[in-house]
């Protein structure tokens, strides 16, 4: 056997701190492998172990195509699920790097069997410890479901996700469309988060376990902050994209945006105080089904991991096309229970627009924000003032301000744009020791 050298290794050694990685479990190999040695592969094609990134505790484990195609057996996913046992006993994150052939046909229905018992740990794990995957070469069949089954995913340019291959999809070959690559990945089905190149992916992930606690129950504190909580958000009314203005509100300007090429919503992790908090922003355009499942499970992760969620909405209504009202209203329902079952204390800014249901799915007062402020100048109602003026002519364009429903107490206050890191800083301050009575 050779260590600390293989593909498998020395991408580990990219992503953990220097000289951090511990390795569990080298020696084991497949049944086969004590009656034929020439079956025998390293760790049985899987590098498992833990570390640390930036000083915290990651359990980590790296398919290694060096050895059978990092093919998964038996043994191969054995160790696997003993890294997600080890994880939770231990509270610490999950980093999963994939590259593998398959499933190893000769070793038939034991490698199902291991599969299965993979699949149950993982989703055990799920809501308990973060879990990041990120593909490098293949990711095929049942793996690319444990790579759907985390929180969050990479992948490098070039790498191949499929449940299907491509050229096994009717009607269907990578030339046409590559249903595997990182780029459909991303921008049509939404499961891959970030792709790039290996250095690129390996600084992401640093960036975004920087963000996270261990586990669910990790009180974890702020980390430093140099950015003054009364720093105004100037010229936040101006911001060229909603990505640009979330940095206005963020710590030093430091965002981390999941899932970018996917849906018309922005979403992703900032801090404010030095604590993380998940950010949810529309771009003012009609909502679709893509960007509800978008933020839905950016609020369902910060909501299991105790991460305080943010919302700047400005929308108009929904996106109508026949492909968006196949899933516009399951999209719907999901992103309504994510808000109303949350219980991190939640704020909303109305930025611009808050136009009928739209407006309700995100983040309103209606269905359970804690606090909902809105810039002056910004509209809500149930259309657009001008087109329901058109409808009924008795219509007062009073009611689509923002005072009228502050009266009603849909708004909490009505704030200059340059007051919303400020603002949005003391509310969740205030929401800090915020309790869920069920």
């Known amino acids: ?46 590098v498992t172990g833990y570390g640390t990134i930036g000083g915290c505790l990651m359990f980590v484990y790296a398919q290694n195509p060096d050895y059978i195609g990092g093919s998964m057996g038996e043994m191969h996913a054995q160790k696997i699920a003993k890294v997600y046992d080890m994880a939770m006993d231990m509270g610490a994150p999950v980093l999963a790097l994939l590259d593998c052939a398959g499933v190893r046909l000769s070793e038939g229905a034991d490698s199902l069997h291991a599969f299965g018992t993979l699949f149950r740990n993982q989703s055990k794990a799920s809501g308990a410890v973060p ?36 050229n096994a999809v009717k009607g269907n070959f ?53 950015d003054s909580l009364n720093r105004e958000a100037a010229g936040i009314d101006k911001a060229a994209s909603k990505a640009e203005m979330i940095k206005l509100i963020a710590d030093n300007g ?34 679709g089904s893509r960007g509800c499942r978008k933020a839905e499970k950016l609020i369902n992760f910060c909501d299991s991991f105790g991460i305080p969620v943010l919302t700047l909405t400005d929308v108009d209504g ?10 516009l209203a399951r999209g719907l329902a999901e992103l309504v229970d994510a808000y109303s079952y949350a219980s991190v204390p939640v704020v909303t800014v109305i930025t611009g ?22 810039w002056k100048g910004a509209k809500m109602g149930l259309m657009d003032e001008d087109i329901q003026a058109d409808i009924d002519k008795s219509f007062d364009k009073a009611k689509n301000t923002v ?21 949005v800083a003391a509310a969740l301050e205030m929401l800090y020791t915020k309790s869920f009575d069920a």
């Open 353 to 374: 627009h808050a136009y009928g249901t739209a407006g309700v799915a995100m983040g309103s007062k209606s269905i359970g924000v804690d606090i909902v402020y809105a």
């Open 1 to 46: 056997m050779s260590y600390n050298d293989t593909t498998a290794h020395k991408r580990i050694a990219k992503i953990l701190d220097e000289g951090s990685f511990v390795e569990i479990g080298a020696y084991v190999t497949a049944r086969d492998a004590a009656a034929d040695p020439s079956e025998e592969a390293y760790g049985d094609g899987v």
């Open 174 to 226: 990578e030339g046409k469309c590559d249903t595997a690559a990182a780029k459909f990945q991303s921008e049509e089905t939404g499961l891959c988060d970030m792709h790039g190149s290996e250095a690129e992916i390996a600084a992401a992930v640093k960036s975004l376990v920087a963000m996270l606690p261990e586990n669910y129950i990790d009180d974890y504190s702020a980390v430093e902050n140099s």
């Open 254 to 287: 430091e965002f981390f945006e999941v899932k970018k090429d996917y849906g018309n919503v922005t979403a992703g992790l900032i801090r404010i105080g030095g604590n993380t908090v998940g950010v949810i922003a529309n771009d003012g355009a009609k909502l």
């Open 403 to 423: 005072l009228y429903n502050a009266k009603r107490g849909y708004v909490d206050d009505i704030i200059e744009p340059s007051e919303t890191r400020q603002r």
């Open 318 to 327: 929904f996106a109508g096309c026949i492909g968006n009202e196949k899933t």
């Open 131 to 166: 879990q990041i995957a990120v593909v490098y070469g293949n990711c095929g069949g049942g793996l690319a479901v444990s790579a759907a089954m985390s929180d969050f995913v990479f992948m490098e340019d070039g790498a191949k996700l499929y449940v299907n291959s491509p």
